[in-house]
């Protein structure tokens, strides 16, 4: 690809109110051409576009256009700035009056270079945010859309539309369907600019010549009015890519507009100077009832715990760092013993490609729906308490954190990504990056949080790209407990055959399925009638169907021996995930207390659970935003819910703060 910045206006009006200001400020800037002017910091306008242009090797050649009265500050500039001289065009053209048009200088670098690649053309007098774009970005997504490519910004309110050529762009496929250069009224039109800033392909060139044989007068030879005729023009598709910055300083300008603006993307630059630290909290998740995951079009209730979180935290930075965690991404060691010993409890999958992961399919999300990112660097952390590998859906959890981090900081909103997509981002971040086996459930609970009732049918998943998630309220669900192992690795690890046997159509597994989103519907009618003997009675009838579904090998003996326990001390139980956890209520609240004793003496992690409330912000830490559960443990009057998070953290501490590796999630 080639790039061709033009810089052959004649800037009179802002050339003369220059030579002739009282104040004697701008004497230095006398005859200076107007892309040569400071822009904000003192750089000037010109570099930040050499700078932006510069990058990476997009751009195979790079031309200059300008007129013969300037050339010699180009030569100048281009020798400062390491750009080949050879690759200036002069326009011969001295005065306004025998310019040769924006259309006519771009025709000259074409026929003068020989150009037959597909080119970006920018104004490269034109004042912008600095870093506010990524050039990649921009040709990455024209390269995709496979017709033109025209940036387009936001109007600010002050701007007038008769300025500028006016876009409308269709918000499905981002294509233009109307332009309209400098409209004579300002009512009633689309806000969003087009500037002197195109891709074009080779193929669309030739059309440059035929627009200037057939409009010989200059006054028309201007892009803005030929790239109104080119969007008219049958079997020529021009997209919009709007970009977070502004361009000023478009045409005749005057002093006042060059220090009104360039006070303006100076002031812009101050307020955006540093992002402030931000951090996302995503909740450990329970199934409640249904298939967990579920990747077989069933129906499945969640619900968020504030028990176990884990948090992201982004800050801008000078460059792009993701912090391993001490814990999860160890790089040091006591000794090769201790490494042989941590790697092998452990393994070798800590939270810090999870980080990455998510950054890269976030990129590739923007850049194929044309959603242009500010270039800026920041740093990734991450904080986890859920404990892993127990089906409570840890590494999920910090790809759903690092996705809210990534959106606030560059600004993106569930209008960007419509919040019904998110769970599935999340997934595909785990499943094409990761490998990582698993199905929506848990994107969705952690995206949208609280109790939720979800229905993955083929029809619906068919209908609307996603599947149907009803929020319920919070306050129906009982008291429950939550056991889970110490050790999952000691748990049995032997891989379910469930999947192939759903996939091939084994009647005895698809009916199961049919039967567990059957359960979920019977569970949510009993959760809205306050029946908790029912949701019992389903919640046992889940595992056993569970049970003799997967086989007791699949099972496993240590959560095996967690339902057994329960059901000795008459709860309900079933697992929360694919294993390693149990979650029940007791029918009889008095048992809960021996319950809890039984499960700790056999070495078990015993608590109550703490539902979170679906939350509007997404940093509040559970020990603030958490009211404390409709629990009624005798054992524990009035608890509150610190403490009981405690009693985990602190008797658990050493288990504490592992992530990843839940692979195993169905
Ligand atoms: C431009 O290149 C293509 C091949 O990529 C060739 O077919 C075409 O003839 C070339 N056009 C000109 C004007 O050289
Ligand atoms: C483009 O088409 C619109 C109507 O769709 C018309 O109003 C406008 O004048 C056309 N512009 C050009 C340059 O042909
Ligand atoms: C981001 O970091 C890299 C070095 O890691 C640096 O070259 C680049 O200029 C930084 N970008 C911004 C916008 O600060």
Redesign the pocket.
């Known amino acids: 690809m080639i790039c061709v910045i033009l810089v052959a206006g004649h800037g009179r009006v802002l050339e003369d109110e220059i030579k002739n200001d009282a104040s004697g400020c701008y004497s230095n800037l006398e005859g200076v051409p107007k892309s040569l002017l400071p822009g904000v910091g003192g750089k000037r306008i010109l570099d930040f576009w050499w700078e932006a242009i510069n990058t990476r090797q997009v751009f195979s050649d790079v031309y200059l256009v300008t007129n013969a009265d300037k050339y010699k500050y180009y030569e100048r500039w281009a020798t400062a700035n390491d750009f080949p001289v050879d690759n200036i065009v002069n326009d011969g053209s001295t005065t306004y009056e025998n310019r040769l048009g924006s259309v006519g200088d771009f025709d000259l670098v074409l026929r003068n270079k020989k150009i037959n690649d597909s080119v970006m053309v920018v104004a490269g007098d034109m004042l912008f945010q600095d870093h506010n774009f990524d050039i990649t970005q921009v040709v990455d997504y024209f390269k995709r859309k496979q017709g033109e490519l025209a940036i387009c910004y936001e109007m600010e309110p002050t701007e007038l539309s008769r300025s500028r050529g006016i876009v409308d762009v269709c918000p499905v496929t981002n294509r233009i369907t ?1 332009f309209t250069e400098k409209p004579n009224h300002d009512e009633a039109m689309s806000r969003l600019a087009s500037v002197v800033f195109y891709c074009f392909r080779k193929q669309t060139l030739p059309t440059i010549t035929s627009y200037l044989n057939d409009h010989p007068n200059v006054v028309e030879r201007n892009f803005g ?1 030929y790239m ?2 080119l ?2 023009k049958s079997g020529i598709e021009v997209y919009g890519m709007k970009l977070p910055t502004g361009f000023q300083l478009i045409g005749q300008v005057g002093l006042h507009e060059y220090k009104k603006w360039l006070e303006y993307f100076s002031d812009k630059q101050l307020q955006q100077g540093v992002k402030e630290a931000f951090t996302a909290t995503a909740y450990a998740r329970l199934g409640l009832m249904g298939n967990p995951s579920d990747g077989f079009h069933g129906k499945t209730i969640s619900l968020s715990i504030a028990n176990f979180w884990a948090e992201v935290t982004i800050k801008e930075s000078e460059r792009l760092i993701l912090v391993p965690h001490p814990l999860n991404d160890p790089t040091e060691f006591g000794s090769l013993g201790d490494l042989h010993g941590i790697s092998r409890k452990e393994g070798y999958f800590g939270g810090l490609r999870l980080l990455q992961a998510t950054c890269k399919k976030f990129y590739q999300y923007c850049s194929e729906q044309g959603i242009a990112l500010p270039k800026r660097n920041f740093t990734l952390k991450y904080d986890t308490n859920i404990p892993r590998q127990v089906g409570l859906a840890g590494s999920s959890a910090i790809v759903t954190a690092t996705l809210k981090c990534l959106m606030h900081f560059f600004d993106l909103t569930n209008s960007d990504i419509p919040q019904p997509m998110q769970p599935q981002f999340i997934l595909n971040v785990e499943v094409d990056e990761l490998f990582i086996n698993a199905g929506l459930q848990d994107r969705v609970i952690q995206i949208y949080q609280g109790l939720v009732y979800m229905d993955f049918s083929r029809e619906v998943m068919r209908s609307k790209g996603h599947g149907e998630y009803q929020p319920m309220e919070i306050g129906l669900v009982p008291p429950l407990w939550l056991a889970f192992v110490r050790n999952p690795s000691d748990s049995g690890k032997i891989h379910s055959n469930a999947r192939q046997r759903f996939d091939s159509g084994d009647p005895e597994v698809v009916g199961g399925m049919k039967k567990l989103a059957e359960l979920t519907d019977q569970a949510k009618e009993a959760l809205e009638a306050g029946d908790v003997p029912r949701l019992c009675d389903l919640m046992n009838e889940n595992f056993d169907l569970r049970r003799s579904l997967y086989g007791d090998d699949v099972i496993g003996e240590l959560n095996l021996r967690m339902v057994e326990l329960a059901r000795q001390f008459g709860s309900s139980s079933k697992f929360p995930g694919s294993g390693g956890a149990v979650i029940g209520i007791c029918r009889d609240p008095e048992q809960l207390p021996f319950l809890k004793a039984a499960f700790q003496e056999e070495g078990f992690v015993f608590c109550h659970v703490i539902p979170k409330q679906e939350s509007v912000a997404a940093t509040n830490h559970p020990h603030i935003s958490t009211t404390p559960p409709p629990h009624d443990d005798p054992a524990h009057p009035p608890n509150n819910s610190e403490e009981k998070w405690q009693e985990v953290e602190v008797t658990e501490a050493g288990d504490k703060a592992t992530s990843g590796n839940d692979q195993n999630l169905d």
Do not use: D, F, I, Y
């Open positions: 109307h009015m109104e005729w969007v008219n």
